[in-house]
């Protein structure tokens, strides 16, 4: 059975909105899906692949958290 995404809002109120190695993503299901690298100041470094160069993005800009369903 292939493995798919389940797709939550992100809560930006919440503490702690998304931590390290999390799915986000801008649009449910859409793509391009990134994984968290590491978080600082409202911003995620995040990655599309395992050994792909991480960037940081403004964790604004992303509205959804996946999970391996």
Known sequence: MPN???WALLDHAAEQPV???DMVSADAGGLPIYRVMALEAGRA???TAEGAPA???PLAGFRWRGTRG
Do not use: L, Q, S
């Open 4 to 6: 798919t995404v389940d």
């Open 19 to 21: 931590k390290v190695g």
């Open 45 to 47: 470094w995040v990655a």
């Open 55 to 57: 960037r940081a993005m």
